[in-house]
């Protein structure tokens, strides 16, 4: 079979292309190197929804964040997945600052983005965010700066895309690709696929991609930012804190999450290794040291989790997001900060990219924008919630009990289309082991609830994938194999 | 909605849950235990090691074995429960919701509750350990479970962080089961644990205790392929030049327990700085009516001295019921009590003045292991009403002191007592 598209990479930025072009009556594939998708960048990121002034005005990541921003009104909407316009600071500690936050707003404002107000009334300021510095001389506040949860944005595109006749295949490292007579073959360590066209949404691997059909023309550098994420009701916070933007960076934020949590960062570091996502003591040490000049009274002490993500850097620092020389293969690149923000806006480039390659895109008569909301034990009230349990009983055992996730969620999460497979496919799809626990009570608990859905053994559930996993083998088993092992050796 | 009403709602079947429940039902009043697994015994029952119930029962036995003789005793007694039922809520005027998938949820009416939910360990996250996030990370008491109850081994060779009592415990276990245990390394200068798991767990089996030294990377992107320790200084900051490199596919964490609170914490009772809920003389929180013992009020070294909370916690309910207290006097009138010198916490936080002529049991643990000590308690007024020799004290062990405050002339208008563990004067002395 020949696909129409291939879509290589199951981030974010792959999915809701794949989410977008299943409007269209083409048969769309989504070709992914590891277990799971939202495995790179798109799990390990800030998921800030930036209102968009940050970026400079010849960037075309400007208009795209711009525009990409208004869209995820709409798409929060259809996809149901976790949205809020809370609203950013950047957050000014001295006089003369000022002024740049003032230049911000006014460019900003030129370019339609709404409500931007520097605020200099300190009372004011810290009403609107108490726990911020008394240090604080003026702000810049966005109101549609927003957050959204970027796993579970990528999940819900995914099966959206999905629902709408998507085909995802996962553990498809992509190893070759030729173009022959307007057809490219696909090779991946897990089979070939064929299609008339490719979009590389391949992140940090984008040029790699791009490099197999001889496209030379760009590099990306990881660019890794840890973050710490600090427990439930440890800290709360109304706003997304910015301190001072920085030539390469937006720098070290404070800001909450969507679940209630509080997290810090990232830094910026340029890796020379793909796939580095190593915390280190000394960042830590930075991010937290930055973190407290925002936010002095910051729960040090209720952290959960240290983890950091890479930032796809090319040296032009913009996106490249175009129709390249190889007729059929469209380079979405580079997809640093505002990506997450810009991410609907790039789908509908990549859509104007595919008219102009003369595909005919007609719309599905069956086409289907709207994702159902995952029903969740937190959202029921007591009512309903003994109905629930009445129709399934597995809504009564919960399994993870920082975050209250019945048995249900995870049997959800596992047979949702493009659905779990591993501890860590389950844990960012439904939570369970992301509260101050980590995974102590539960994680027997979901092994087993996998093992008995996926038919399959408890050696053979991992945590992410090959080579990541979590048992062994039965006690005794090792001990006695180690005997036999050493009698046959005499 | 399926309702209960009874006198006392028991949160947690463990070996504090079980005792208390037991102390209640044999008052003759209508309890009943809420348990959140499959069966009742809390943790106590992956805890297949011996020694326990040399206090309790004056014999040594495995944890499942001592545990059993309370479910016996429950059994026996014919006292309620609920299995794989999770309390999701409750509220100070002593109703608890729970869920569980035979029933949906579950309303219970009580008179008073006794919260027995145990504690959690400490996490890398908690602790935040730099490195990669590969699988083969466990906590200890998780890896237990896996071994003990699941049957299940989760690597072949180990280090251990962290000597706390799991985790020496777990470092013999697994050396049983035919795995490598490299090394446990503990930041602090001194064992965390207790003395005889020190000597019964490690130095038995040669596994290597690496004290004032703590890991400062985790290698492998996949599975764990090794750790990075180093030498801390004071500051518990990494000396640079000290790094040690060991190969391990599993890294256990047996780095501390948290007491279990947040039903506590969301049903509005006050929580003490390490974790617990504040509690009165009684064991009653600042909840009316609502009772802690065990391992969520304070993290014990033995089970025995769990089972004797309980049991306290038991009676102070069953009296509170019988009684209504008729005490709220005594509730206003309050003496507070501090935590002073190489105090870690003090328990209770409160004592009710009404209750003076009755024996106060305090309970604390020290911050640092400290040789020829005087134990301590000062008034506000600076005035020492009690003090006593110790020729050692440990931050892994419990102290118990078990005072008549009455007796000890504590002046009625004092308003708060700090327990403090201070050198002897004569050590003193010595060092001039």
């Known amino acids: 079979m020949i696909y129409d598209v291939i879509i290589i990479g199951g981030g974010v930025t792959g ?125 810049l506040h966005a109101p549609t700066g927003g957050l959204a949860s970027p796993y579970e944005l990528t999940f ?41 066209n490719i979009i590389n949404a391949a992140g940090l691997y984008a040029a790699q991609i791009s490099r197999m059909l001889g496209l030379d ?40 999450t969507l679940h209630g949590n509080t997290f810090i960062g990232p830094n910026a570091q340029n890796i020379p290794d793909l796939e580095d996502i ?149 844990k960012f799809r439904c939570r369970p082991g992301m509260g101050r626990c980590q995974g102590g009570f539960c994680r027997p608990r979901v092994i087993e609830i996998l093992s008995r859905e996926l038919k399959k053994s408890y050696e053979e559930i991992t945590k992410r994938g090959e080579d990541t996993n979590i048992l062994i083998g039965k006690t005794k088993d090792f001990l006695l194999n180690q005997k036999r092992e050493g009698s046959r050796g005499k | 909605m399926k309702k209960y009403e009874v006198d006392v709602v028991v949160i947690g079947g463990g070996s504090a849950g079980l005792a208390a429940a037991i102390v209640v039902k044999k008052a003759d009043l209508n309890v009943l235990i809420i348990e959140r697994d499959k069966e009742l015994g809390g943790i106590t029952l992956q805890c297949i090691h011996n020694g326990f119930g040399l206090h309790e029962f004056e014999e ?172 801390v200084d004071h500051n518990f900051d990494r ?18 327990l948290i007491p279990e609170n947040e039903l506590t914490r969301e049903s509005g009772a006050e929580i003490s700085q390490m974790g617990g809920p504040v509690v009165d003389n009684n064991l009653e929180t600042t909840i009316d009516g609502v009772f802690a013992c065990g391992n969520v009020l304070q993290v014990h070294d033995l089970v025995d001295l769990v089972t004797a909370e309980a049991k306290r916690a038991g009676l102070n309910a069953t009296e509170y019921i019988k009684e209504r207290y008729g005490k709220e006097i005594g509730k206003k009138l309050r003496i507070k009590c501090e935590a002073g010198e190489n105090v870690n916490y003090i328990k209770p936080d409160l004592i009710n003045k009404t209750d003076l002529l009755n024996d106060i049991i305090f309970t604390f643990r020290v911050k640092v292991p400290e040789r020829r000590i005087l134990i301590q308690i000062r008034d506000n007024k600076n005035k020492v009403i009690y003090k006593k020799k110790r020729r050692y004290v440990i931050p892994s062990e419990m102290i118990e002191l078990k005072l008549n405050l009455n007796k000890l002339n504590i002046d009625s208008d004092s308003t708060n007592l700090v327990v403090e563990v201070i050198p002897r004067p004569e050590v003193l002395i010595e060092k001039d």
């Open chain 2, 239 to 256: 000396i640079i030049g000290s790094d040690k490199f060991f190969e391990c596919d599993t890294l256990l964490l047996s780095v501390g």
């Open chain 2, 60 to 231: 040594e036995l495995t944890g499942p074995e001592y545990v059993q003789k309370f479910i016996n005793e429950a059994r026996d007694l014919n006292i309620p429960y609920l299995l794989d039922t999770m309390v999701i809520e409750f509220t100070p005027n002593k109703t608890v919701y729970a869920v569980n998938n035979k029933e949906g949820l579950i309303e219970i009416n009580a008179n008073a509750i006794i919260l027995a939910m145990g504690c959690r360990e400490r996490t890398r996250g908690a602790i935040n350990i730099p490195g990669f996030r590969p699988s083969g990370i466990f906590t200890a008491g998780q890896a237990q479970r896996f071994v003990n109850i699941e049957g299940y081994l989760p690597g072949r060779t180990f280090v251990i962080l962290g000597s706390g009592d799991i985790g020496m415990i777990m470092a013999r276990r697994l050396t049983w089961e035919g795995c490598e245990v490299k090394a446990v390394v503990e930041i602090q200068p001194y064992v965390s644990g207790l003395i005889r798991n020190q000597v019964q767990c490690l130095e038995d089996y040669g596994i290597p205790l690496i004290t004032g030294y703590t890991i400062t990377k985790i290698h492998g992107k996949d599975r764990i392929k090794g750790v990075t320790i180093s030498k």
């Open chain 1, 156 to 196: 819900a595109l995914a099966e959206n895309a999905s629902m709408n006749g998507v085909k995802f295949f996962r553990n498809r490292r992509v190893v070759k690709i030729t173009h022959q007579e307007y057809v490219f073959t696909v090779r991946t360590l897990a089979g070939e696929f064929k299609s008339r």
């Open chain 1, 278 to 426: 190593s915390t280190t003591t000394s960042g830590l040490k930075e991010i937290l040291e930055g973190a407290m000049k925002l936010v002095p009274s910051l729960p040090v002490r209720s952290s959960i989790r240290n983890f950091a993500g890479l930032r796809a850097v090319p040296e032009a620092y913009d996106f490249i997001i175009d129709n390249t020389d190889v007729y059929g293969f469209i380079n979405v690149a580079g997809i640093l900060s505002p990506g997450l923000t810009a991410t609907f806006a790039i789908a509908e480039k990549v859509v104007e990219f595919l008219e102009l390659l003369g595909e005919k895109l007609k719309v599905k008569e069956d086409y289907n924008p709207s994702r159902p909301k995952p029903e969740r034990f937190k959202d029921f009230t007591k009512e309903e919630l003994d109905k629930k349990i009445q129709e399934d009983p597995t809504w009564g055992r919960i399994i993870c009990r920082c975050e209250t996730i019945p048995e249900k969620e995870i049997i959800d999460a596992i047979h949702a289309p493009v659905g779990a497979t591993t501890v860590d496919g389950v």
């Open chain 1, 15 to 139: 999915c809701c292309i794949a989410r977008t072009l299943s409007k269209y009556d083409l048969n769309i594939c989504l070709l992914e190197k590891e277990t799971d998708i939202a495995s790179g960048t798109s799990k390990a990121n800030s998921g800030v929804i930036h209102a968009g002034y940050a970026s400079p005005r010849d960037y075309i990541k400007r208009q795209l964040a711009i525009r990409g921003n208004k869209l995820y009104t709409q798409a929060a909407e259809e996809l149901n997945f976790p949205f809020k316009r809370i609203g950013s600071f950047v957050v000014a500690l001295e006089d003369n600052q000022i002024k740049q936050l003032e230049e911000e707003r006014k460019k900003g404002i030129e370019d339609g983005i709404p409500g931007l107000e520097v605020i200099l009334n300190k009372e004011k300021i810290k009403k609107m965010e108490p726990r911020l510095t008394d240090e604080v001389v003026g702000v």
């Open chain 1, 217 to 256: 023309y760009f590099s990306i550098t990881p660019r890794k930012g840890e973050y710490i994420l600090f427990d439930r009701n440890a800290i709360q916070l109304n706003k997304i804190l910015f301190p001072m933007p920085t030539k390469i960076s937006k720098g070290i934020l404070v800001c909450p």
